[in-house]
Structure formats: C-alpha cells, structure tokens
C-alpha cells in the first residue's frame, strides 16, 4: 500500500529537527509537523552556552533558523498544523491525523517536546500577557528598567532570572524553598548578580492589577504571613510537562505522561518512536534531545529497511 511518506515526524523542535536530518539523509521521505514554529524550546531560550561546537554561546533563535535550513536543506517538509490522533498506529500503515487533513507513513517519530506548567492560582489566567508571562525572551522588553519577578528555584528560572537582569531594574526569585535546585554554576552567578535578589520561602497566591499586573499576593511560608509584593511582570518557571495528551490510550506513557521507549528510542509498538522531552527518563537537555532524534531516525531507518 501507498504512503504519503515513509517518516512522519510530529514537532520540529531539536529533536524532531535533527531525526528529520538524518531520516532524509538516508533516503527516506520525511515530513515533519509542527503546531507553531521550528525550534520548540529554543524559540523561548535566550543564550545557550552548553551546547558543543559554540564556545562563545549562541542565541536559541538563532541556532532554530540553522537547524531548520539544515534540515529542509536536505529534503525534509515541514508543515503547520496541530496533530489532534493518530489511528491504526499498531498497523504498517499508520494515519496521522491534524485539524486540516490527514497523513499516512510507515514511520512515526513523536517528538511534540512539552510546556511550561501554570500555578494555577487566581489572576494567572485572566493577566497572562499582560504582566504574567512563561517567556523571558519574548516579553522582557516590555518591562525595561522595572521591577519584575521570576517564580521559581531551578536552571530555567535563574537561566532566565540573568538574562532579564540585563534589561529590567530588578530581578526577585521567588521560591518555595530556602534553598535552590539549579546547577552550582547557575546558583552562583545568580548570587553574584547585584541586580538579582530572592524571596526565600514564598510563595505566590494571587496575581493583581486592573488592566495590567502591578502587584502580587505572596505568602510567607515560614511565618504564614500574606502581603502584596509589587512588580511590572512575574515569569514563571515552576515546572515541565510533557505534550502527550493527544497519545493517551495509544501508547505507554509513564506516570509523567512521557512517552516510554527502549534505550533506541523504540516504543513497543513497531514502527512509533519518540524523542526529546516527550520521552520518559529525558534529561531535558538540547544536546541530549539531539542525540535521541538521531537515535530515533537511525532505529527506523534499520526497521524500515529490514
């Protein structure tokens, strides 16, 4: 039976970049679907300095647009559109189905990476974009030589806590904790960072303002105390999850929602793979989700060539 493509490849992330590299490199007809745009989570990274081959860094826009001409370079689509299930995936012939038409393949590579979580906590909803925000790069801007806060106590939150010190005022880390979960380098740049300050302890209860959030309702989590905190703009980096939703009943998933494979990225059904963040036991880094792209396209170019 005819295919449209041999591979289809569902987020044009890092990793589902780089398996589009190698997929189309070895000869197999590839596409790959994206909701949004190519890059995933570099689109939101501001300066990537751990990534090999850069010493001086490299901006995470900048480094999508390469890995993007890269991959089409050599031959592999990519178009936009949100993939709503996938239907006979434990068949040869598997359809993909988006909200504008349908796509058969031999091959599927999942690779919808995640999103950043909410606080879910009143005032989040109705002030996002308007102060409250999960984007440092994108909206930082807007609050030049203000006073802002970043939620949040790992690498994102302090990765993003210093680039936001190079535009803003002031930078306040609130956390949970008294202590933070970010790398030892992070940590102590932050600390050495005069513009950089933290609410240990704290958290955030409520987000106000009438057409734009000037003010938060913080809680003290040692003294059990409340007061409103002001601020231009919260970001928020208090967690990850991965986009799986649209593959519950159709493979495992671990209790995360990440998608479970073997160590080449094989899920039990033949034929499905999955890379990057979506994947269980991911560590959540660029390099390593380039790696398990790669790993993923060889593992079904061997199963689709035997």
Known sequence: ????????????????????????????????????????????????????????GIKGQELAIRMEAQTTKFGAKIDYTEVITIEDIDQ??????????????????????????????????ALAGRGVSYCAVCDGNFFRGQDVVVVGGGDAALDEGHYLSGIVNSVT????????RAAKIVQERAFANEKVKFLWSHVV??????QALDRALVKDLKTDKTYEYP??????????HPNTEYLQGLLELDAGGHVCTDINMRTKIPGVYACGDARAESTRQLGAAVGDGITAALAAFHDLST
């Open 173 to 180: 880390i609130i956390h949970r904790r008294d202590e933070l």
């Open 92 to 125: 040869p012939i598997k359809v993909v189905k988006t909200d504008d038409r349908d796509f058969t393949a031999r091959a599927i590579i999942i690779a919808t990476g995640g999103s950043h979580n909410k606080l879910d906590v009143e005032g989040e909803d």
């Open 231 to 240: 601020m231009a703009a919260a970001f928020i980096y208090v967690g990850f």
């Open 1 to 56: 039976m005819e295919t449209d493509y041999d591979v289809v490849i569902l987020g044009a992330g890092a990793g589902g970049l780089a398996a589009g590299l190698y997929t189309t490199r070895a000869m197999l007809k590839t596409i790959i679907l994206e909701q949004l745009g190519p890059g995933g989570q570099l689109l939101i990274t501001d300066e990537i300095e751990n990534y090999p081959g850069f010493p001086d």
């Open 205 to 210: 209860e409520e987000f106000r303002g009438d």
